[in-house]
């Protein structure tokens, strides 16, 4: 008989995995719900300021769902490292009311580009700037969808 040290199944397992699918699903369906009866998902024949957030909550909560029933329950422990992507989008997403929707995201990219994937400063705030133009143009101008303003923009409109 050998004596080698094994540990019991269940150590080594975290929650926290499930417990973030969870979240996700809840902003997913809050996100939705706002889209839905705050901001107006269709509007005077096209899509009002609601329909991408209910598109894309409903999205993310049904892609949770997936999730949960596709793994199980307890799963491998995960490192706080890989919860970066959730705090960050989480802080933009609470941004929005004082940088409005486009300068938070915007705000997101460069800052995600810079502090995590370690690209310049300059490359990091063209390429925010770019996506942040171009979610205007596109979604603004083109699609005339309305965003929500944030405290701080609603002097500048």
């Known amino acids: 008989m050998s004596s080698v040290n094994q540990e019991p199944a269940h150590e080594g397992r975290s929650w926290l995995s499930p417990l973030v699918t969870?979240?996700?699903i809840v902003m997913g369906l809050a996100w939705?719900?706002?889209?839905?009866?705050?901001?107006?998902?269709?509007?005077?024949?096209?899509?009002?300021?609601?329909f991408f957030p209910v598109v894309m909550g409903l999205g993310a909560a049904l892609l949770g769902g997936y999730e949960l029933?596709?793994?199980?329950?307890?799963?491998?422990?995960?490192?706080?490292r890989n919860l970066w992507p959730a705090v960050a989008m989480g802080l933009a997403i609470?941004?929005?009311?004082?940088?409005?929707?486009?300068?938070?995201?915007?705000?997101?990219?460069?800052?995600?580009?810079?502090?995590?994937?370690r690209q310049s400063?300059?490359?990091s705030t063209v390429i925010g700037a770019c996506a942040g133009g171009a979610i205007y143009l596109l979604f603004g101008m083109w699609l005339m969808v309305a965003f929500p303003e944030g405290a701080l923009m609603a002097p500048f409109t």
């Open 22 to 24: 969870l979240g996700i």
């Open 32 to 50: 939705a719900g706002f889209g839905w009866w705050k901001y107006g998902v269709w509007m005077h024949n096209g899509p009002g300021a609601g």
């Open 69 to 80: 029933l596709r793994r199980r329950f307890e799963t491998d422990r995960v490192s706080w």
């Open 94 to 117: 609470a941004s929005i009311p004082l940088f409005g929707m486009v300068l938070a995201m915007t705000l997101f990219i460069v800052l995600w580009m810079a502090l995590i994937e």
């Open 121 to 123: 400063w300059l490359k």
